[in-house]
């Protein structure tokens, strides 16, 4: 089964933000990724503060989920003995039911969001940049995730993106980290120019999503480059290094 989903893109007012849009017949779901602006300024990061900026426009739903991001690949589950203030680590929140917030922040890291209506309402919000990567969180949790119930990949629909592209992410060749990319990456997501190494992070999760069996058609990149649309995003290799891109999901009541 073909789905498409899509996103929308609101870019005026102090709470600019993309939406990520399921299949019309998935009304469902709320997916929203708050960018560069004035209120997301002044929170620095925080989760405590952003959640309490955007109950100006987004109500309270129930407690917010918000781990601590190590750059690793552990789902934390969507109950409440995980929600603030506690802040277990991890890299991906899976919410299952009504009742209950998951967030994550960015800032050149790739948002990963995965979603069904099959065998019951589910949201997959991933943290994957290079590190994530290397570490397959959208491959492994992915796994997880079909493994264990009768969830499919072919009723689940994915978004990638925003986050920083081929050309503005490079690593020095010298380094081992880059030579486990080297070891990782598909050939062609890789630019090796002796010194250094460009890798295509947006790409290379796509495959991994691919190859744990989500059709391509049902996977929608959200093409824009968070170093080169500094107007629009937070980019730690563009000096951000406090404030970051929240983004937050609820299944609707």
């Not at 781990?67 to 690793?72: E, F, K, L, S, T």
């Not at 250094?196 to 059709?215: C, H, K, N, T, Y």
């Amino acid at each position: 089964m073909s789905i498409t989903p899509s996103f929308r893109i609101e870019h005026t007012g102090p709470l600019p933000f993309i939406d990520y849009l399921p299949p019309a017949q998935e009304s469902s779901f709320f997916i929203r990724l708050f960018l560069r602006g004035a209120e997301m300024d002044r929170t620095l990061g925080d989760p405590h503060v952003a959640r309490e900026v955007i109950e100006k426009i987004v109500p309270l739903q129930g407690p917010l989920i918000a781990p601590r991001q190590v750059h690793g690949d552990r789902l934390i589950r969507g109950v409440r003995k995980f929600s603030l203030p506690s802040r277990p680590e991890g890299d991906g929140v899976l919410i299952e039911n009504s009742g209950i917030e998951a967030s994550l922040r960015f800032a050149d890291c790739y948002p990963v969001i995965l979603a069904s209506q099959e065998p019951s309402k589910w949201i997959a919000l991933l943290h994957s940049g290079y590190r994530g990567v290397l570490n397959n969180i959208a491959g492994n949790t992915c796994k997880a995730l079909f493994a264990d119930s009768d969830r499919s990949p072919l009723s689940t629909f994915a978004w990638i993106g925003p986050g920083i592209g081929r050309r503005h992410y490079s690593r020095r060749r010298d380094d081992q980290w880059t030579e486990k990319g080297l070891s990782l990456f598909a050939p062609e997501n890789t630019d090796d120019l002796g010194d250094e190494v460009f890798f295509d992070l947006g790409a290379q999760i796509r495959d991994q999503l691919v190859s744990s069996g989500i059709p391509p058609s049902n996977i929608r990149p959200v093409p824009l480059c968070t170093f080169e649309r500094n107007d629009l995003f937070y980019s730690y290799r563009r000096g951000d290094f406090e404030n970051r891109l929240f983004l937050m999901a609820f299944i609707k009541r």
